[in-house]
């Protein structure tokens, strides 16, 4: 009796520690909290958007686009992407779930200077660490910690958010 109760005590521990790759679905701050990024699963990967941005619009005298529209992705390589807006973009791409809550193999689109790079995602609790770095070198990189939002998001009528287009 004791050792049908050790084993089935072994085997619910055993599936509940077992990883949940869709643990990283949802929706997080980045550490300026100046957007709301949502990861989802596309495919059998893992890509995130910008869900929400905080005032989104170019200010007056901006040189990058006209006072007052939505921020575009002006800096993009690709000359006919620069007109498409920065609120719902994809920016990453192609995260596999490798075990033990990390995510490798991914794309990041940075639309502040246009640039692709490598990246891998390690969830901690309700943190996801983002690494980004050069496809060369996995050193040469920078690691930004996001915040998983629990609960509604901002209502501010700053908030330029994805569900309120709809």
């Known amino acids: ?13 055993s599936i509940i520690s077992q990883d949940n790759p869709d643990a ?3 929706k997080y701050f980045p550490p300026e909290k100046d957007s709301v990024i949502e990861m989802f699963k596309c495919g059998a990967k893992y890509c995130g958007r910008t869900y929400c941005i905080k005032d989104n619009a ?3 005298g901006s040189k990058d686009g006209v006072p007052g529209t939505p921020y575009l992705d002006h ?10 807006p920065n609120l719902g973009m994809q920016f990453l791409n192609g995260f596999d779930s490798v075990g033990d809550s990390e ?11 246009g640039k692709t790079y490598c990246g891998k995602i390690l969830l901690e609790g309700d943190k996801l660490n983002l690494k980004g770095y050069l496809c060369i070198s996995s050193f040469l990189g920078k690691t930004n910690t996001w915040t998983k939002i629990a609960g509604a998001l901002p209502s501010d ?9 709809k």
């Open 103 to 113: 995510y490798k193999n991914g794309k990041i689109y940075n639309p502040r200077d």
């Open 1 to 13: 009796m004791i050792q049908k109760l050790f084993i089935l005590i072994a085997f619910s521990l």
């Open 24 to 26: 990283v679905v949802g």
């Open 157 to 165: 009528p700053s908030w330029d958010c994805m569900d309120k287009k």
């Open 58 to 60: 170019y200010k007056a």
């Open 75 to 84: 800096n993009n390589q690709d000359e006919s992407l620069r007109k498409r």
